[in-house]
């Protein structure tokens, strides 16, 4: 069985602030992990992801987030946050099959 | 990159009616898709995974009486929602999987049942 929880429901930050949203997971298998970025009244799309390669992982926009195995851990951040960094952030993980587990979201704010 | 499109991205209609909800992979081709709904400030909760040809997989809860979902081709998917209810009313999102463990999401459907 495979779960992710979004520690933070919201998080507000500055503009030119570091961005942290925090993710953890649990899986029996190794896992496939992903940063998805909702804006409202979109779909999903796809900030970075995880495929048991490079455990720092490089996604579009400035994101970037880790895999740390040791936590269970796949924390999203971004050195200096723009107001259109504003939107709903999701983690999901995958495993044996393609079908991906959504964490609840965290909504990001910026202030000016 | 790749591209998936809903249609329509907004419908409104009355209680007991049926209301399909397309979902096209527009420049690939797609053996499997997935179908999401999302309630207001809630995250996505997988419905059902479409495959091309064969019957749909429904996730445990979801009554696949009430959400008819056709995959005749590889570029198309349709979820008809029958016999709606207001409760029924949330944001349907599609996803096509393009390779091993990548989606591409479809821009969303808002149903709201009157």
């Known amino acids: 069985a495979q779960s992710v929880t979004q520690l933070g429901s919201h998080v507000s930050v500055s503009e030119g602030a570091l961005v942290l949203l925090r993710c953890n997971y649990s899986?029996?298998?190794?896992?496939?992990l992903f940063w998805y970025v909702q804006y409202p009244n979109q779909g999903l799309q796809l900030l970075l992801k995880y495929t048991s390669a490079a455990t720092l992982v490089k996604g579009i926009n400035g994101f970037e987030a880790e895999f740390k195995k040791s936590e269970t851990s796949f924390h999203l951040t971004k050195p200096s946050a723009h107001m259109s960094d504003a939107a709903e952030y999701f983690c999901a993980v995958s495993g044996n099959t393609d079908k991906l587990i959504f964490g609840t979201g965290t909504r990001l704010q910026v202030f000016p | 990159g790749a591209v998936v499109s809903q249609h329509p991205s907004w419908v409104i209609c009355k209680s007991g009616t049926s209301v399909k909800i397309e979902c096209r992979s527009l420049d690939f081709q797609a053996t499997t898709m997935f179908w999401y709904r999302q309630f207001p400030k809630q995250s996505l909760m997988l419905m059902a995974t479409?495959?091309?040809?064969?019957?749909?997989?429904?996730e445990q809860g979801v009554e696949k009486d009430k959400f008819l979902i056709n995959h005749a081709s590889l570029t198309l998917s349709t979820l008809t929602v029958t016999s709606a209810h207001p409760e029924d009313s949330s944001f349907y999102i599609c996803s096509a999987l393009i390779m091993r463990n990548e989606q591409f999401f479809g821009p969303g459907t808002r149903l709201t049942v009157l």
């Open positions: 479409s495959n091309e040809g064969s019957k749909a997989t429904y």
């Open positions: 899986s029996s298998v190794p896992p496939y």
